[in-house]
């Protein structure tokens, strides 16, 4: 209808198709058909087309063959081999030049004169008179020495004889259990009568289980007491205890 409205003003209301109007030429009955194709034909044709664009798409993807793919044994290996760098050759040291020997000129000698000296008289020593003699001193009789004192005679508690002869200390049982061991020295005051009086911990065993058995231990303990002179003293004396598990 659309085709009819377009080619309206050209046809008069009494004139024909196939007939030549007044002011204008006949138009051509192939001109007029293909002016009236109906829009449906046109649809028709349009769907056709589309259809088979897409079906020849498909038939064209379906033979595109996939990527291959290889496999990591197949793979390429690429080396490069660094090329060997050889090390500069020394160069020769120049040859140092070679001295010229130098011409000496000739030493120029001169003879100088020296005047002759005549004899000198002597010289003639004034006497010096001797020091005048000077009375000695009478000489002072010194004292006689006072004689020193003899020596200190100082004897040391014997610690090996009191070691022999007096007890050990108990092994603490909790020691024993957690398999204590040790070395503890001990320092002393030995009395005059024999006795022990403060006891010190000078190096301990590393357990105050062992430390306090052997301090225990030596309060009961009697030795032989140090002489001064004959005299019975005080002294200190270090005493070791050994602490010992044997399986």
């Known amino acids: 209808m659309g085709v009819q409205a377009a080619f309206a003003p050209n046809i008069g209301p009494k004139t024909r ?11 051509k009955p192939s001109a007029v058909k293909a002016a009236r ?18 079906g020849l798409y498909f038939v064209t993807m379906r033979f595109v ?8 044994d197949e793979a390429m290996l690429v080396e490069m081999y660094l090329p060997q760098i050889e090390p500069d050759k020394p160069k020769p040291s120049p040859t140092p030049p070679v001295p010229q020997p130098v011409a000496m000129s000739p ?8 005047p002759v000296v005549s004899d ?3 010289l003639v020593m004034a006497a010096v008179e001797s020091p005048k003699t000077v009375a000695a001193a009478p000489v002072v009789a010194q004292p006689s020495p006072v004689p020193a004192p ?36 001990l320092r002393l005051m030995v009395r005059a009568d024999g006795g022990v009086g ?50």
């Not at 030493?107 to 020296?114: A, M, Q």
Request: no cysteine; hydrophobic share 45%.
């Open 65 to 72: 063959a996939p990527p291959a793919q290889a496999s990591l």
């Open 107 to 114: 030493i120029k000698t001169r003879t100088v004169d020296v």
């Open 37 to 54: 194709v109906s829009p449906l034909a046109i649809a028709v044709a349009l769907s056709i087309a589309v259809h088979a664009g897409i």
């Open 120 to 122: 000198v008289a002597p």
């Open 17 to 27: 198709p196939d007939t030549k109007p007044e002011t204008g030429r006949a138009l």
């Open 150 to 185: 003899a020596a200190e005679r100082f004897v040391e508690v014997d610690v090996d004889q009191a070691l022999s002869r007096n007890p050990a200390p108990p092994y603490p049982p909790k020691s024993v259990q957690m398999r204590e061991q040790g070395v503890v020295w």
């Open 198 to 247: 403060e006891v010190q911990v000078k190096t301990s065993s590393g357990s105050m289980r062992l430390d306090g058995a052997a301090r225990q231990a030596v309060k009961t303990w009697k030795f032989t007491p140090a002489r001064r002179n004959g005299q019975v003293v005080e002294s200190w004396v270090n005493v070791p205890i050994r602490f010992n598990l044997k399986s």
